[in-house]
């Protein structure tokens, strides 16, 4: 019977045929697919990160879309600062007619319409949706803010300033 290891040690057995002992190939499997796994994980946490801050509302549309924002952009529509879009995203139409100035906002979310209807109401001339009311009462504007759930329609008629 043959040995097939060396009883010195550092020197090679026989069966190695002359050349030095190194880890078997599971070792260098298991460690560059443990590089690919950790990298891939980091992409996906990576990826997930970008979804998220991409789906989230900015913290200045979310702050600066409140009824005082509305109202304070109405006022200086009014005044003449052009605005395309309202603080909630929608339409804003300023039209002169004679000296009455009129000021449309479409897509006024109607969960506010109503605060905003009581500010504006006593600055000036109010429809919504198409109606004036003749007798403004809350129950009033949340009717005519309700008309249609996703949103609705605010023109504006500022009183003339003295």
Same mark, same amino acid.
């Given at each position: 019977?043959?040995?097939?290891?060396?009883?010195? @040690?550092?020197?090679?057995?026989?069966?190695?045929?002359?050349? #030095?002992?190194?880890?078997?190939?599971?070792?260098?499997?298991?460690?560059?697919?443990?590089?690919?796994?950790?990298?891939?994980?980091?992409?996906?946490?990576?990826?997930?990160?970008?979804?998220?801050?991409?789906?989230? @509302?900015? @913290?200045?549309?979310?702050?600066?879309?409140?009824?005082?924002?509305? /109202?304070?952009?109405?006022?200086?529509?009014?005044?003449?600062?052009?605005?395309?879009?309202?603080?909630?995203?929608?339409?804003?139409?300023?039209?002169?007619?004679?000296?009455?100035?009129?000021?449309?906002?479409?897509?006024? @979310? #109607?969960? /506010?319409?109503?605060?905003?209807?009581?500010?504006?109401?006593?600055?000036?001339?109010?429809?919504?949706?198409?109606?004036?009311?003749?007798?403004?009462?809350?129950?009033?504007?949340?009717?005519?803010?309700?008309?249609?759930?996703?949103?609705?329609?605010?023109?504006?008629?500022?009183?003339?300033?003295?």
């Amino acid at each position: 019977m043959m040995a097939t290891h060396s009883a010195a @040690p550092g020197k090679p057995s026989p069966a190695s045929h002359g050349r #030095p002992s190194r880890p078997g190939k599971h070792g260098g499997i298991s460690n560059r697919l443990l590089v690919i796994v950790l990298v891939a994980a980091g992409v996906v946490a990576v990826a997930i990160s970008v979804a998220i801050m991409a789906l989230r @509302p900015s @913290p200045t549309a979310e702050a600066s879309a409140t009824p005082e924002a509305f /109202v304070e952009q109405m006022e200086r529509a009014a005044g003449g600062t052009a605005f395309d879009r309202t603080v909630y995203g929608g339409p804003m139409r300023v039209e002169r007619k004679g000296n009455q100035i009129v000021i449309t906002a479409i897509g006024v @979310p #109607p969960a /506010v319409c109503v605060s905003v209807g009581w500010k504006l109401v006593r600055k000036g001339l109010l429809s919504i949706n198409g109606v004036t009311p003749v007798r403004v009462s809350a129950a009033k504007l949340s009717e005519l803010c309700n008309q249609d759930t996703e949103s609705a329609t605010l023109t504006w008629a500022p009183k003339e300033m003295e």
